[in-house]
């Protein structure tokens, strides 16, 4: 499987927006890129996911680069409840199902 | 909808004993479900990919004499961890992918695991 690149860490203010990078230079033409969070001691949950075109849904955006080696995750408006560890995977869409997890990215939500 | 539960959320047991994880999804059917396992501070980890009816394929360096896992209908499956030792301890997270929509997996809360 193609591999991800995250920030270990990353910090935001409250009710500001926040970007969360992760690069993939080996993605191939097949290759979905996938976001889902993982809340403290709870299991993760999707957040969005794409292939060439930007998306958007109720919870955040993601922006894919023209040439797809690279991705951001947006939060529009962070709130505390958005402090998580954030999972950028790349999954082949005629591959199996599985999701390889990273380290991610831990965003800290500063009051 | 598209809820996962799992069951117990946590357990405390003794050395060489076993322990049985369920998963359920409560709203849909689950074509294919799979398991996780955690330790602190750490990422996923799968272990173990499982189809109803059919034999769970197990990822390199999980045994699968040690996890077993049954999936006997579209809505439950479960984890035996057989002959537990406090090395087993950690965090087992189990998620379902829904028929026809399998772009998104579905995850359970996690049960915590503590082997004494």
């Known amino acids: 499987d193609a591999k991800t690149t995250q920030p270990n860490s990353m910090e935001s203010n409250e009710e500001e927006p926040v970007h969360l990078p992760c690069n993939h230079s080996?993605?191939?033409?097949?290759?979905?890129i996938h976001w889902y969070r993982q809340l403290p001691s709870q299991g993760p949950e999707y957040v969005i996911h794409?292939?060439?075109s930007n998306v958007n849904n109720r919870m955040a955006s993601l922006a894919i680069a023209e040439d797809r080696k690279s991705s951001t995750l947006i939060l529009h408006r962070a709130t505390l409840r958005d402090a998580a560890v954030y999972y950028c995977?790349?999954?082949?869409?005629?591959?199996?199902?599985?999701?390889?997890f990273g380290t991610g990215t831990r965003l800290t939500i500063i009051p | 909808g598209a809820v996962v539960s799992q069951h117990p959320s946590w357990v405390i047991c003794k050395s060489g004993t076993s322990v049985k994880i369920e998963c359920r999804s409560l709203?849909?059917?689950?074509?294919?479900m799979f398991w996780y396992r955690q330790f602190p501070k750490q990422s996923l980890m799968l272990m173990a990919t499982?189809?109803?009816?059919?034999?769970?394929?197990?990822e390199q360096g999980v045994e699968k004499d040690k996890f077993l896992i049954n999936h006997a209908s579209l809505t439950l499956s479960t984890l035996t961890v057989t002959s537990a030792h406090p090395e087993d301890s950690s965090f087992y997270i189990c998620?379902?992918?829904?028929?026809?929509?399998?772009?998104?997996?579905?995850f359970g809360p996690g049960t915590r695991l503590t082997v004494l």
């Open positions: 080996t993605i191939s033409g097949t290759d979905y």
């Open positions: 709203d849909f059917q689950a074509t294919t």
């Open positions: 998620s379902a992918s829904r028929l026809w929509q399998d772009n998104e997996q579905f």
């Open positions: 995977i790349l999954r082949d869409y005629f591959g199996n199902e599985k999701l390889t």
């Open positions: 499982s189809n109803e009816g059919s034999k769970a394929t197990y």
């Open positions: 794409g292939l060439t």
